[in-house]
């Protein structure tokens, strides 16, 4: 069974369009956070949501907006595409907020903005 | 300025010899290192950390990393390497005063030749 989950593997799509990526761990962990991770392979995180509370948010620009129906779920939603936004997202989740708990990641989603 | 370095872009070892991925760190606070390994076209996976305790931590695979905190190093090392070993390598750190301050590094990419 897989652990952490995303969808779409890949999204291809025009400037200028609004588009979601959906994440779902199957962990029980409490902790699931979005990273961007560009072409030269820089990972940086983007938000963290603790049992649904938003807990980190990165300097991101506000056309991304993550969405946690309940612990197991993290969304991401991008309004306005632009072609810097093309790059690898990865979801990853954790057993709570604690520094000291690994993260176990999804396989990402590759999106690439035309 | 709090962050993690990762000297070395990419590190050739030929199969059977031991390998060495650098890795320095700055934190304000306690540091809680990681480190994860890449393979192409998925997620990040959990190798070792370090908390507190005995400074040589062992992992996955035959991985080993050595804390050491006059030289703020955690550098990941294994004895024989695979091909299989062959990947994208990332160090990270949290910071222990501070759950929300947390770092990768920009990524080793080691090569093993047979």
């Known amino acids: 069974d897989t652990a952490v989950s995303q969808t779409p593997k890949y999204l291809v799509t025009q400037m200028g369009n609004d588009k979601s990526i959906k994440c779902e761990q199957n962990l029980g962990h409490d902790t699931m956070y979005w990273y961007k991770q560009d072409s030269k392979k820089f990972l940086k995180i983007m938000f963290s949501y603790n049992n649904k509370e938003l807990i980190i948010n990165e300097t991101v620009p506000n056309r991304f907006s993550p969405k946690s129906p309940d612990k197991a779920h993290l969304n991401l939603h991008i309004n306005s595409l632009e072609l810097g936004d093309s790059a690898v997202y990865f979801c990853?989740?954790?057993?709570?907020?604690?520094?000291?708990?690994?993260?176990?990641f999804g396989p990402g989603t590759r999106l690439t903005v035309l | 300025a709090q962050s993690v370095a990762q000297p070395e872009d990419q590190v050739n070892v030929a199969e059977g010899n031991p390998l060495t991925v650098k890795c320095t760190y700055s934190?304000?606070?306690?540091?809680?290192l990681f480190w994860y390994v890449q393979y192409p076209n998925r997620g990040l996976q959990f190798l070792l950390k370090?908390?507190?305790?005995?400074?040589l931590v062992k992992g996955s695979y035959g991985f080993e990393a050595e804390f050491n905190k006059s030289q703020t190093s955690f550098h990941l090392k294994k004895p024989s390497a695979l091909v299989s070993d062959s990947a994208l390598y990332f160090c990270a750190v949290r910071d222990g005063a501070n759950f929300n301050k947390f770092y990768f590094g920009s990524g080793t990419k080691l090569n093993v030749k047979p």
């Open positions: 370090y908390i507190t305790g005995d400074n």
């Open positions: 990853a989740s954790s057993r709570d907020r604690d520094s000291y708990n690994e993260q176990f």
């Open positions: 934190v304000s606070g306690n540091p809680y």
